[in-house]
Structure formats: structure tokens, C-alpha cells
């Protein structure tokens, strides 16, 4: 079995750049701790990490399934505030509150979706903005004995006793929780389907449909998936900051989703978290230079340009420039090489599909 895993690393890890890359990058995130011991910097990291697996789960349903979600802030919300509720009113720990959260987020996403799917994606978007600003009116509506009103639900117990303890913990549910996501959103994957299926619908939803494929089913599923993540995301944020608000809720926090994706490559999984490292982190640490001012429009400035250049987004861009996929067995390979490492077809050129 090591054998087999050694083997796997060595042909499916090594000759590809983008994978090389992306598990350099964890292994630094792992060693952060080992390399400073600034509090700014772990709490920011921290951060970093819970909202990288908000990020891609945005990435999930909207970007994979084609259900343009611009409220996901809900589930976020839902999740903090389902693992603040359990605390006070059950006594439960972070252990139990933040799975349960997420499993409460879940649940809202279920019931959202419903009355969603039945509208074209132009209004589903706009439907999907209007729930957690609703949601967040009746948060701060509620008596303040049952989910504390404007000031929210504070107190709530930490996820570790250390900043480094707490650190790793939502840097393993990230890396978790992006593999996860990464396999069930994976059109090439031989034993799970799903990711096919979500790529169809995005596509042609007319198309699927008439293959037999039950679109409903797998647009409900992208909200489960999309709701999860984002709750489990929302209920790790709510223990790190030992509380949980109504901005939870914030509609500027579905757009700052959006943007993180788009930035780093939406329908990537991968975008999504080099997003949220490139701006959320940038931006934080721009803040103390003498130009912090004018960060925001610095960061509106370099999208527009991303945008108009890089549409495909900067890490998928990247992506492109160092890998190349071979025109006869469509496996990848590294962009400077010349022929494929499998097959042993030329990588410079491209057959002519019509005289085929």
C-alpha cells in the first residue's frame, strides 16, 4: 500500500507543477507556527484559513453547479449563530458545536433552495441576496435572553487553549474540507460522479435533463455541499472570536466570497483559496503601510485589471502557463516539455480535428 502511494506521488505528483506548487504552499502553512510567533500573524492566518473553506464552498455551488449564490453569507451566518445557540442553551463545546452548526447551516440551505430552484438563475441570485439580510433582521429582532439582539451571542468558548493549537485545528479542517471538495467536484474522478453531473448542469441544464440526468437532485445537493462547508466555516469563526453576531450576515461578506473566487479562478477550488491568501491577507498587511489608506482601491483597481486580463482568474492562469495537456491522451504535463511523458506525443503540436 506505501508502495502504491509512493508510486502515485511520484507519477501523478511530481511531473505536474500546479500539484508540486499547491502542496509547497500547505506544507508552508503548516510550518507558519515554526516560523514566527507573531500574534497579528497567527490570528490572521487563522482567519485566513476559516474563510478559505467559505470561499470554496461558494466556489462549489455557484461556480461548478452554475446556482449563482450571492447570500451565502446565510450559511455562514447560520452556522455560527447554530454553534453560539447550542452553547448557550445546551451547554455543548466547540467539539459538538461546530459539526452540529454546520449540520443547522445544511438544513437552511435545504429550505432555501426549494423555493430558489424554481426561479431562472437571474432571480434565483436575487432571491438567494434577500435571505440573509431577512435573516439578519429577525437575528436582531429576537430577544436578547435567546440570541442576544444587536450585540449577539458572546462568551462562547475557545477552540484551544493556544493561538498555534487553534491555528491547526481550522488549518486541518481546511485542508480536509478542501479535499473533500476538490473529489466531489472532480469531472475526472473514476468512483465519484457528482462533479460530471454539477459540470452538466452548469452547461446545459436543458441538455442534462434530457440525458436522464435529475438536475433538482444534484442543484439540491450543490446547496447541501455549499451549505456544509459554509456552515462548518461560520461555526469555526464563531469560536475563534468567541462570539457570534448579526454581521455575521453581511452581504458584504457574500461579495467578498465572490471576489476571493474570481480573483484566484472560480470553478478551480484551488482560485478560491489563493484568493483569499492574495487579497484578505494583502490587504490586512497593507493596512500598516503608509498607503493602507487606500487599500480598497488599490484592490478595486488590480480586479478590474484581473478582470479585463485574466478573466480565467490568476491562479488558473498560473495553472496554464506551467502545465500543458497532451492533445492525444489529454494527460497533463509540465509546459516545457516537449513531449508527453506518457504517450510520447509532441506537446507543440495541436492535430487538426477536421482532417482526423
Known amino acids: 500500500m506505501i508502495r502504491g502511494l509512493l508510486n502515485g506521488f511520484r507519477w501523478g505528483v511530481l511531473p505536474i507543477p500546479g500539484r508540486v506548487l499547491a502542496i509547497a504552499f500547505f506544507v508552508f502553512l503548516y510550518l507558519v507556527p515554526l516560523i514566527t510567533n507573531d500574534a497579528y500573524t497567527m490570528r490572521l492566518m487563522t482567519i485566513a484559513a476559516i474563510l478559505a473553506i467559505f470561499a470554496v464552498s461558494w466556489d462549489v455551488l455557484s461556480g461548478y453547479s452554475?446556482?449563482?449564490?450571492?447570500?451565502?453569507?446565510?450559511?455562514?451566518?447560520?452556522?455560527?449563530?447554530?454553534?453560539?445557540?447550542?452553547?448557550?442553551?445546551?451547554?455543548?463545546?466547540?467539539?459538538?458545536?461546530?459539526?452540529?452548526?454546520?449540520?443547522?447551516?445544511?438544513?437552511?440551505?435545504?429550505?432555501?433552495?426549494f423555493p430558489a430552484l424554481r426561479l431562472r438563475p437571474p432571480y434565483l441570485s436575487l432571491l438567494t441576496l434577500a435571505f440573509p439580510i431577512i435573516a439578519e433582521r429577525i437575528i436582531r429582532s429576537m430577544p436578547n435572553a435567546w440570541a442576544g439582539g444587536n450585540d449577539g451571542i458572546r462568551g462562547m468558548p475557545a477552540l484551544a487553549g493556544t493561538a498555534d493549537e487553534s491555528y491547526y485545528i481550522c488549518l486541518i479542517v481546511m485542508t480536509i474540507s478542501v479535499l473533500i471538495m476538490y473529489k466531489l467536484t472532480?469531472?475526472?474522478?473514476?468512483?465519484?460522479?457528482?462533479?460530471?453531473?454539477?459540470?452538466?448542469?452548469?452547461?446545459?441544464?436543458i441538455a442534462a435533463r434530457a440525458t436522464g440526468i435529475n438536475t433538482v437532485r444534484y442543484k439540491i445537493l450543490a446547496f447541501v455541499i455549499g451549505g456544509f462547508f459554509a456552515g462548518l466555516a461560520g461555526a469555526l469563526y464563531a469560536h475563534f472570536r468567541l462570539q457570534a453576531g448579526p454581521t455575521y450576515f453581511s452581504t458584504l461578506l457574500s461579495f467578498q466570497a465572490i471576489i476571493w473566487v474570481v480573483f484566484g479562478g472560480i470553478v478551480s477550488i484551488y482560485g478560491p483559496v489563493f484568493g483569499v491568501y492574495s487579497i484578505y491577507v494583502g490587504l490586512d498587511y497593507l493596512r500598516k503601510t503608509p498607503i493602507g489608506e487606500y487599500r480598497l482601491l488599490i484592490m478595486t483597481g488590480v480586479i478590474i485589471l484581473i478582470l479585463l486580463f485574466m478573466p480565467e482568474g490568476v491562479a488558473v492562469r498560473i495553472r496554464h502557463w506551467m502545465e500543458s495537456e497532451c492533445p492525444?491522451?489529454?494527460?497533463?504535463?509540465?509546459?516545457?516539455?516537449?513531449?508527453?511523458?506518457?504517450?510520447?506525443?509532441?506537446?507543440?503540436y495541436v492535430p487538426d480535428k477536421q482532417a482526423e
Not at 447560520?78 to 442553551?89: K, M, P, S, V, W
Not at 491522451?329 to 516545457?336: F, G, I, M, P
Open 186 to 205: 472532480d469531472a475526472k474522478s473514476k468512483y465519484v460522479r457528482t462533479g460530471l453531473l454539477f459540470h452538466a448542469i452548469r452547461e446545459d441544464e
Open 66 to 113: 452554475g446556482q449563482v449564490n450571492f447570500g451565502h453569507a446565510l450559511f455562514f451566518g447560520a452556522g455560527a449563530y447554530g454553534a453560539g445557540l447550542l452553547y448557550r442553551h445546551a451547554g455543548l463545546q466547540p467539539w459538538a458545536t461546530i459539526p452540529l452548526g454546520a449540520i443547522i447551516a445544511t438544513g437552511i440551505g435545504v429550505a432555501t433552495c
Open 328 to 348: 492525444r491522451c489529454k494527460l497533463t504535463n509540465a509546459s516545457w516539455r516537449r513531449r508527453c511523458r506518457a504517450c510520447d506525443a509532441s506537446l507543440r
